[in-house]
């Protein structure tokens, strides 16, 4: 008996380890607290010499905030949960110059500092600060702006993903109304 290749096979084995990878990575998603089903931004200060990123910021963390995390969108005064902080530096780092002393490249540096808060209380539950460094190249498409974006955009997912995770460690250790330290301060 002669063995003839099916080709479709493949064709079906393929859709169904697709269909697998696509199903176990939904339900392995990141799984918001119960007792928190809803979660507001507030407009993060900025004490930065850099304005107006503010607005970017609040966008990339919403953003971040429902598509990581699944996470209800609602105004702050009527959340579960509110994410509050501030942006504490933005600046270009020295980069590097050509021999007509003209800039090559730089990086855009950003650092950032938030709390994740009770709601009804105001009680913080979490912290977390991330800082951020995107290189670029003058000349090229984007440059700085596109570099100040993503690190806006990358700051966002750090942030919302690190308040979740301790909110997350905490709900687990099971310590119902949680105290935080403060996080350390700095001159910056």
């Not at 702050?76 to 590097?96: H, K, M, N, Y």
């Not at 800039?103 to 800082?131: I, M, N, Y």
């Not at 919302?160 to 301060?185: D, H, I, M, S, W």
Request: hydrophobic share 40%.
């Amino acid at each position: 008996m002669i063995c003839t290749p099916r080709p479709w096979l493949g064709t079906v084995f393929l859709a169904f380890l697709a269909f697998h990878l696509v199903s176990c990575a939904y339900r392995a998603g990141f799984k918001l607290p119960d007792r928190f089903s809803t979660y507001g931004v507030e407009i993060f200060a900025n004490s930065s010499r850099e304005p107006d990123l503010e607005k970017p910021l609040h966008t990339a963390l919403t953003r971040s905030l429902a598509d990581h995390a699944g996470a209800r969108i609602v105004r702050p005064s009527r959340a579960d949960a509110v994410i509050r902080g501030r942006i504490l530096t933005s600046e270009r780092r020295a980069g590097i110059r050509s021999p007509l002393n003209e800039w090559l490249e730089s990086a855009k540096r950003l650092l950032v500092q938030a709390e994740l808060l009770d709601g009804a209380s105001g009680e913080p539950l979490a912290h977390a600060r991330t800082f951020v460094e995107v290189g670029f190249v003058f000349d090229e498409h984007g440059g700085e702006s596109g570099a100040r974006d993503y690190a806006l955009e990358n700051a966002a997912q750090r942030l919302v993903l690190e308040l979740l995770q301790k909110l997350n460690a905490l709900e687990l250790q099971g310590t119902g109304e949680p105290k935080v330290q403060a996080p350390p301060t700095s001159g910056q």
